[in-house]
């Protein structure tokens, strides 16, 4: 991402935190972000860069004024008013802010750190299983369909706002389930202003363990570190950690693969 796009997204998240948190400014999001995929010619005025900024923003509030609250109206109007480059760019920003908004209800309530952790077990109970990942995925499929499939394997099991994102990251806005959660996780950790690391190990890490990888990791990245640890017999050995876009490899296995293409 550039750094002008982040600067238009960064600009848009403090015109969120701004608003009261609730699931209601997060439904209206969703909501609006629907009625653009389905209706190109809506799309297309909300982000025409031949229409002036601040007319574009007055659209919004014609458009969307009655229907939704004033919070919503006031993440919409500045969307509107940014020059996002694209249609789907701006789809994605409000997306995002959706997802924001679920995050703040759950940080306010304080339960982030449980919602990162449940989130995190969904998205590992279906990438652990096949015929569900195939199924959520499946585009052929109604999404409420699939929506309703999730759900009812999670509902009761997990706080509300974790049902709600779960669910919403069926439509797979970043490609797949998994990279659409993944997403959510890297939002909530920003919240914070964390970073977050996969580590991926052969076996279980201890307490201590655990405790000494966020340690290094957080002395190279100069933030605080959530961990997400995911289990994997063919790492054979060591540990394989994903920051952002950084790959540390310290596995057996990494190290015989690197060895076998340097032969090669």
């Known amino acids: 991402m550039s750094a002008a796009a982040e600067s238009r997204l960064k600009a ?10 609730s699931e209601v400014l997060a439904d209206e999001l969703f909501a609006v972000v629907e009625a653009l995929g389905a ?40 969307a509107a008013r940014v020059r996002w480059g694209t249609a789907g760019s701006f789809i994605t920003a409000l997306e995002r802010q959706g ?23 969904v998205e590992r109970l279906v990438d652990a299983n096949p015929e569900l990942r195939r199924t959520l995925g499946d585009r052929r499929t109604p999404i409420e369909a699939r929506q309703a499939l999730l759900g009812d394997l999670i509902e009761g099991r997990v706080l509300p706002t974790v049902a709600s994102l779960a669910r919403r990251a069926v439509a797979a806005r970043k490609r797949t389930f998994d990279l659409t959660v993944e997403d959510y ?16 190990v052969a076996r279980p890490l201890t307490e201590e363990q655990q ?18 640890v995911v289990l994997d017999p063919g790492v054979i050995g060591g540990v394989h950690v994903t920051l952002g876009d ?9 190290r015989l693969t690197d060895a076998q293409r340097k032969l090669a």
């Open 246 to 254: 950084e790959v540390i490899e310290g596995t057996v296995a990494g």
């Open 39 to 78: 209706q190109p010619t809506l799309r297309r005025a909300l982000t025409d860069p031949s229409t002036p900024d601040a007319v574009r923003s007055q659209l919004t509030q014609s458009l969307f004024g009655d229907r939704v609250s004033g919070a919503t109206v006031a993440v919409l109007s500045e």
């Open 185 to 200: 996780l890297k939002s909530a950790a920003e919240l914070r202003e964390r970073a977050v690391a996969t580590v991926t």
């Open 12 to 21: 848009l998240d403090a015109v969120l935190d701004a608003q009261p948190a």
């Open 211 to 228: 405790a000494r990888i966020k340690a290094a990791l957080s002395r190279q990245t100069g933030r605080d570190v959530n961990l997400r």
């Open 99 to 121: 997802v924001r908004a679920l995050l703040r209800v759950a940080q306010e309530a304080g339960q982030l750190d449980e919602l990162e952790d449940q989130l995190f077990k």
